[in-house]
């Protein structure tokens, strides 16, 4: 039996999947938290990823590895393949102002246009411009600049301060598209310069590997190229053209399959590429999982007692709207915004209104991304939704209210991990597995408009 090894570092932990290669069963998994935080120690992904793969077995009798992890954070390797200062996650805001500077200096079509994205903060390349601006002596020191998962991946072929081959590093296209100085014609340099304030032209970039592609180790272990978590997820459930993902987790994000790019210069959409050689238009809110864990916590319930309590309310919450943008947003993009509650009478202000209010400014938020996807041609025909929070009744049942195509919950699983596996096999096999499912089921409902339009009544 041939085992491949899939892997989600993810913001919040690391999970380990171990796969028998020719039948998708699970044989084995691990995991190991990751430390709160907008920047983090890389190394402490690491040591989470060293704890995952010793409860998940090892690797002794591994054949084939593909790591997915967080996208956009900054990786910064001076010469010596050290890392210079903690990595700025996509969730960190600081650079807001810096993606403001690079669409005035390039242009938000230009960047449209060659990247298939409009810089906001999640970026890669607006973080880098805010090192420049704010620690110009480490971007001095840059001399690679890699993503979460390629520095996984180059540290487990066994890479690093103590053999620092930079020219190792790899990466896919799903990354590399979130970066902001990569698009379908490869890096764009120019773009990276500008970004750094400096000539680029030198600073080691991650090799963008296939589909099915790989690179070795000293060991003799398969390294498919990884993805980012949301293509890593679209593998993992098999997404199809017509699919559309919706995904409530720490970040809550919409995403479709798609065969052709999409170019959106207000930068709402991003045009980002996905792991089985497509595209995958999307759309991210910062605040997503926590709105419902702070919720629980000011009403002091579980959350089964806040489902149990929004399902006591009617839908539209009586009026009561919670605009759910806690630290911020990405979409709309709104860094410095807060959350705001509207609509609160002596009638509406109960605990079962504030509870469905929660969950519905989470969804409400998500179904404006499918609209902004819908309106560059993107036609999906039923919805997928997944993350915690879809084991919810009180978000399923509202979720059928909120959009207006089926919503379907998949089985409860890590899909990003079961993606990456599904990579690791692709690469041994040199041909995309069709592992079977393990169900869904449909989310009983009708959409109620109401909903929507007094939502979308309180936009800015």
Known sequence: MALVIGVDSSTQSCKVVVRDAATGTVVRSGRAPHPDGTEVDPGAWWDALQEALAQAGGLDDVVAVSI??????????????????????????????????????????????????????????????????????????????????????????????????????????????????????????????????????????????????????????????????????????????????????????????????????????????????????????????????????????????????????????????????????????????TATLFGMTLASTTRENLARAAIEGVLCGLAEGLDAIRAHGVSPTRILLVGGAAQSPAVRTIAAQVFDLPVVVPAPAEYVALGASAQAAWALTGSRPAWDGDGSDAAAGSPVPGIRSQYAARLP
């Open 68 to 337: 997915a992890g967080q996208q956009h954070g900054m990786v910064a390797l001076d010469a010596e393949g050290r890392v210079i200062r903690p990595a700025l996650l996509w969730n960190d805001t600081r650079s807001a102002a810096a993606a403001a500077d690079l669409i005035a200096e390039l242009g938000a079509e230009e960047f449209s246009g060659r990247t298939g994205v409009v810089p906001v903060a999640s970026f890669t390349v607006t973080k880098l411009r805010w090192l420049a601006d704010s620690e110009p002596e480490n971007a001095a020191r840059i001399a690679a600049v890699a993503l979460p998962h390629d520095w996984l991946t180059w540290r487990l072929r066994g890479f690093g301060p103590q053999d620092p081959q930079l020219d190792e590093l790899v990466t896919d296209r799903s990354d590399a598209s979130g970066t902001g100085y990569w698009g379908a014609d490869g890096y764009d340099r120019s773009i990276l310069s500008l970004a750094l304030r400096r000539d680029a032209t030198d600073i080691v970039l991650p090799r963008v590997l296939g589909p099915a592609e790989h690179v070795g180790s000293a060991a003799g272990i398969r390294f498919a190229p990884g993805a980012g978590d949301n293509a890593g997820a679209a593998l993992g459930l098999g997404a199809r053209s017509g699919d559309a993902v919706v995904s409530i987790g720490t970040s809550g994000t919409v995403f479709a399959v798609t065969d052709a790019p999409v170019h959106d210069v207000s930068g709402t959409v991003a045009g980002f590429a996905d792991a089985a050689g497509g595209w995958l238009p999307l759309i991210a809110t910062l605040n997503a999982a926590r709105v419902l864990d702070a919720t629980s916590t000011l009403l002091g319930v579980a959350h089964d007692g806040l489902s149990e309590l929004a399902l006591g309310a009617e839908p539209g919450s009586a009026g009561l709207v919670l605009q759910p943008w806690f630290e911020g947003e990405r979409t709309p993009n709104l860094p410095d915004a």
